[in-house]
């Protein structure tokens, strides 16, 4: 077999050893990772549930302040009849594939009314904690909004 240049400056031997090393670190890390997010997806329904009967939008606490959060998106299918649809328009072309940025682009540019996508849209919500670390925030109390 033919030395490499990491022979040179590492057996191969020992550079597999490194490798099994970082494998079974990378293996433990990514175990405890799916642990952590176990225990974080319970916080999180916790505090869905505490925020809900205190009917709060916010709380400030310790020098954070955590709200949720309230993402929308909406989608399009890639169904034979919502092809069907832009085809019927002379617009597959222009939009290939069903992409939220194109359509909104046929939108604004009027080839397209948006009352006409509303049988084929899908919605979707999701909420998102976010927790942001407040300078100076003295005892951090008192500032939850309802």
């Known amino acids: 077999m033919e030395m490499g240049l990491y022979d040179i400056i590492m057996p191969r031997e020992a550079l ?3 490798l ?3 494998v079974a670190k990378y293996a433990r890390l ?6 952590l997010q176990a225990k974080i997806k319970k916080c999180q329904q916790e505090l869905e549930k505490l925020f809900g009967l ?5 709380h400030v606490y310790g020098g954070y302040k955590l709200y949720r959060q309230e993402r929308g998106s909406i989608s399009y299918p890639d169904t034979p009849e919502f092809k069907a649809f832009l085809k019927e328009r002379g617009l597959w072309d222009l939009a290939v594939s069903v992409d939220v940025t194109k359509l909104a682009r046929l939108i ?3 080839f397209i009314q948006p009352e006409e996508l ?3 849209q899908h919605e ?4 998102a904690w976010v927790l942001e670390r407040i ?8 500032d939850n909004q309802v």
């Not at 979707?124 to 909420?127: G, L, R, S």
């Open 54 to 58: 205190l009917e709060l939008r916010q």
């Open 108 to 110: 604004k540019s009027k």
């Open 124 to 127: 979707k919500v999701t909420h």
């Open 30 to 35: 990514k175990e405890e990772e799916k642990a």
């Open 135 to 142: 300078e100076n925030a003295g005892n951090g109390e008192g």
């Open 16 to 18: 597999v050893d490194q």
């Open 20 to 22: 099994n090393i970082a």
């Open 118 to 120: 509303f049988p084929f």
